[in-house]
C-alpha cells in the first residue's frame, strides 16, 4: 500500500505543519505582549505630557513676569535720566 519513503514524508509534512502552528502561535502570543508594552508606553508617553504641560506653565508665568519687570526697569531708567535732566537743567538757571 504505502512505500516507507510515502509514510516518512507523511510523518515530516505533519511534524512541519504542529510545528508550524505552534510558531504561529508564539508569534500571535509576542505579538499581544508586544501591543500591551506598546499601550503602557503610549499610558506613560501621556502621563509625561501631562507633567510636561504642567511645569510649563509656571515657568512660562514666571518668564512673563521678569520680562515686565524688565520692562518696568527700563521705564524707570528713562523716568530717572529725563528727571535728572530737569534738575541740572533748572539748577544751571538759577
Request: net charge negative; charged share 25%.
Amino acid at each position: 500500500m504505502f512505500d516507507p519513503i510515502q509514510i516518512l514524508l507523511t510523518v515530516i509534512v505533519t511534524a512541519l505543519t504542529v510545528l508550524l502552528v505552534i510558531i504561529g502561535i508564539e508569534v500571535f502570543r509576542i505579538l499581544q505582549e508586544a501591543k500591551k508594552t506598546l499601550e503602557r508606553v503610549n499610558r506613560i508617553l501621556d502621563d509625561v505630557e501631562v507633567i510636561t504641560e504642567t511645569v510649563s506653565r509656571p515657568v512660562e508665568g514666571m518668564s512673563s513676569l521678569i520680562a515686565g519687570a524688565r520692562q518696568g526697569a527700563g521705564i524707570i531708567r528713562v523716568l530717572s535720566k529725563l528727571f535728572k535732566g530737569e534738575e541740572e537743567n533748572g539748577e544751571g538757571e538759577e
